[in-house]
């Protein structure tokens, strides 16, 4: 269960719109750290017991990577402390470092605790600790998850992340549009525009409201997809990246945009490569302290892709049985079919690994894994401004 548990706050007896109205900016630039805290904290408490989640997540303020306002794991949300308190944050723009101001700091703490509660809750889905009636959405939680499967690509199987990072060329998009992120960004945006919207229906609008609604208008959940659609030339994109990923995870085989798939698969092999190169960037520095890059791992052998669909049929058997919509003879023929492609899968790897010499072998070759994940930018001055320390290079 993590750090689930009750987080009483100084702000527990007023009502949501007494809440909600310190979010102002007028009322917001005025509390001290531990009364925004307090007020996160209690933000969040209202919306697990909203979503109906078995405790409540812990939040506390945190020295968060660059580009990074929050987190979210094991039961505890961390936001970017510069960002949420001073209203400043660090962002790469054109391969530097900067630290700017951010005009909407009292909004994007909230859409940022909304955001990341979303995942809290989307944990506890894919997990069973609690249970939701559209099964489909349950079965996009589990698929897309921080675990791994064997993708076919040219012939030959390499394990790629059921996550995506989006560290290929127009990966952002899959990174955006993956189920769990998907609905963390438009759940969060909408219930954001909601407060927004009573908040000036009751007290006028602000500055940091204006500042906010131009971040959605450029960069929010329709100007994304709308974008995506363009980028990929696939009106179906969000429903192709999470049945990729579906796919993948239960050994189903529902056909999609061929292009979609292509990216989707680069994407998951390359997120996971991705992990694997930190993980040898972190435990390999050599003694002048310097990363030790071109870390390629090996394709996939057949005894982990064995294992890799096993699990992979272990899982979708698990969701059949406990799917609402499905008798108990809909759910073992399914089951059946998903074991079926399993043996095939097994079958074709086998026949793929002969074709590439009988066997799969190391890869020596350097190569540094792109991280351009195409983010939009967010619309920010980078000068930054009165009421923070901005432009700064690091």
Request: with cysteine; glycine share 8%; proline share 2%.
């Amino acid at each position: 269960m993590g750090d689930y548990g009750t987080y009483l706050t100084r702000y527990e007896g007023l009502s949501n719109d007494a809440l909600y109205s310190m979010y102002r900016e007028s009322v917001y630039k005025n509390l001290n750290e531990d009364e925004k805290l307090d007020l996160l904290q209690e933000t969040v408490n209202r919306d697990a017991l909203e979503y109906g989640e078995i405790g409540t997540p812990r939040v506390e303020f945190a020295e968060l990577a660059v580009n990074v306002s929050g987190e979210a794991a094991n039961g505890v949300i961390k936001v970017d402390y510069d960002m949420a308190v001073n209203g400043r944050q660090s962002i790469v723009y054109h391969d530097r470092t900067v630290a700017h101001c951010v005009d909407d700091y009292n909004i994007q703490a909230l859409n940022t605790v909304l955001h990341e509660n979303a995942h809290c809750f989307q944990e506890q889905v894919a997990d069973g600790t609690i249970e939701i009636s559209d099964s489909q959405l349950a079965a996009q939680y589990q698929g897309n998850g921080f675990t791994t499967s064997a993708v076919l690509q040219d012939g030959s199987y390499r394990l790629g992340s059921q996550y995506l990072e989006g560290v290929t060329p127009g990966g952002y998009y899959m990174y955006y549009f993956q189920a769990t992120e998907r609905d963390a960004f438009r759940m969060a945006e909408v219930k954001t525009n909601n407060i927004l919207q009573k908040l000036e229906s009751q007290h006028g609008t602000e500055p940091s409201f204006q500042a906010y609604a131009k971040g959605v208008e450029a960069n929010g959940y329709q100007a994304m997809e709308q974008r995506a659609i363009q980028l990929f030339h696939n009106p179906n994109f969000e429903h192709d990246v999470n049945q990729v990923l579906q796919n993948q995870y239960f050994g189903t085989n529902i056909p999609v945009h061929e292009n979609t798939e292509h990216a989707v698969k680069n994407e998951m092999t390359a997120t996971y490569e991705s992990w694997l190169q930190e993980t040898a960037q972190h435990d390999h520095l050599d003694l002048k302290g310097e990363e030790n890059m071109g870390f390629n791992p090996k394709p996939v052998s057949l005894e982990e892709y064995n294992q890799t669909l096993r699990d992979t049929v272990n899982a979708y058997y698990t969701h059949t049985m406990n799917d609402p919509t499905m008798s108990r003879e809909e759910a073992i023929q399914s089951a059946g079919e998903v074991a079926e492609n399993y043996h095939n899968a097994v079958e074709g790897f086998q026949e793929a690994q002969m074709q590439n010499d009988g066997t799969a072998h190391d890869t020596e070759e350097a190569g540094e894994v792109s991280a351009s994940g195409d983010s939009p930018d967010a619309g920010n001055d980078l000068d930054g401004g009165e009421g923070c320390d901005g432009g700064v290079d690091f």
